[in-house]
């Protein structure tokens, strides 16, 4: 590991400013995923800027009947929080299926939308990558691309996005707040907060450099039967090869959205349509556009058939 800074910031706007001061500055809470880039000096940030302290750890009702979720609530409170598993069973149980106890004990809400890919070839520093260095080249094209993205890929990366709560904020159509370095605050909706790979798989969100967020609001609860079916190679502590979150009516209608299949996490409102009509169509129209090689082309049918499993689920 390099050697870096540390220092502890007094506000939002004080942390933001001192990280879009310094290209070389990262902001840090749970640490979960950046210390370990950081031993394996993917990331090698000269400056630390500890945001524990700037009092965002709350979980508030929001004026229109949503929750407003502080950006640095641990994984583990948000899961177990009352108002979350009776209105936002989905997002409780997305929270549940990922990591081990002990890290979400320490990840946050802002570090898990924030994690970055399990790619192989991003982690192995002799492989090249453009995510990690733009414009080295994907090693995961031609490689072996068991656990890579099938949609929204670009000739410059096939990697996914990791997070099982980012999937479940999507079908609930979260919004993200933050604060910029002037102290100027905006809102991003979630369907606009990660980026598709394209020429830049580098830059993976809508932040601008600096930019912190500082909280997650849910809009009101819209009932119906939510669920979170994950499938992985292992039974747990294993990222989602595929993964479902359901919002679902009794009149068949809902939302749906994959995991483990995108740089992103996936919807697409229109295939929601063809939720009345079952899995197959829904997933045909979800699915448009795949891109597979033979080593992942086994994820169109195993998301139909997760997405079959929480259909089936809710009208039992």
Known sequence: MKSFSYERARTPAEASAAVARDPNAKFIAGGTNLLDLMKLEIETPRRLVDVNGLKLDRIEPTKDGGLRIGALVRNTDLAADKRVRK????????????????????????????????????????????????????????????????????EACIATHPSDMAVAMRVLDASVETVRPDGATRTIPIAEFHRLPGNTPHLETALAPGELITAVTLPKPIGGH?????????????????????????????????????????????????????????????????????????????????????IAEARA
């Open 87 to 154: 209105d936002y069973g989905v997002l409780s149980r997305a929270l549940l299926a990922g990591a081990s106890g002990q890290l979400r004990n320490k990840a946050t809400t802002a570090g898990n939308l924030l994690q970055r890919t399990r790619c192989p070839y991003f982690y192995d520093t002799n492989m090249p990558c453009n995510k990690r260095t733009p414009g080295a080249g994907c090693s995961a094209i031609g490689g072996f691309t068991r656990s890579h993205a099938v949609l929204g890929t670009s």
């Open 226 to 310: 939510h669920a979170y079916h994950k499938v992985r190679d292992r039974a747990s502590y294993a990222f989602a090869l595929v993964s479902v979150a359901t919002i679902l009516h009794k009149d068949g209608s809902g939302r749906v959205a994959l995991g483990g299949v995108a740089h992103k996490p996936w919807r697409v409102e229109a295939a929601e349509g063809a939720l009345p009509q079952g899995a197959k169509a829904t997933a045909a129209a979800l699915l448009a556009g795949a891109k597979t090689t033979p080593q992942n082309a086994f994820k169109l049918t195993l998301a139909e058939r997760a997405l079959g499993a929480a």
